[in-house]
Nanobody, 121 residues
Framework: VQLQASGGGLVHPGDSLRLSCVAS????????VAWFRQAPGKEREMVAA????????WYSDSVKGRFTITRDTAKNAVYLQMNSLKPEETAVYSC???????????????WGQGTQVTVSS
């Protein structure tokens, strides 16, 4: 089971960015997949998740209405569209998967390496 996150970069406040998480060794429709972020000196935070069916999504209050999680089963990938980015959202963003259909962060036990998102003017 492998996950590879990509799409990070340096953007200005208010800009948009789309992250990709490509899975290998398993099908994204057999696992719930979530995006997490960790800023320097802060705890890791789950920001969005998508269920096995793809119909259920969850967002943290801090990103609700600005971030959208989607998936493409043909590409075996999950995406995170991030709009209206803020400087405080500078962090390493990682994707993770669990066989359980849950939004409990500790249940996510398959991790990919993260991608850096920097929001700065």
């Amino acid at each position: 089971v492998q996950l590879q996150a990509s799409g990070g970069g340096l953007v200005h406040p208010g800009d948009s960015l789309r992250l990709s998480c490509v899975a290998s060794g398993f099908s994204v429709d057999d696992y719930a997949v979530a995006w997490f972020r960790q800023a320097p000196g802060k705890e890791r935070e789950m920001v969005a998740a998508i269920s096995k069916s793809g119909y259920g999504t969850w967002y943290s209050d801090s990103v609700k209405g600005r971030f959208t999680i989607t998936r493409d089963t043909a590409k075996n990938a999950v995406y995170l569209q991030m709009n209206s980015l803020k400087p405080e959202e500078t962090a390493v963003y990682s994707c993770a998967a669990t066989f359980r259909n849950t939004v409990t962060p500790t249940a996510y036990n398959f991790w990919g390496q993260g991608t850096q998102v920097t929001v700065s003017s």
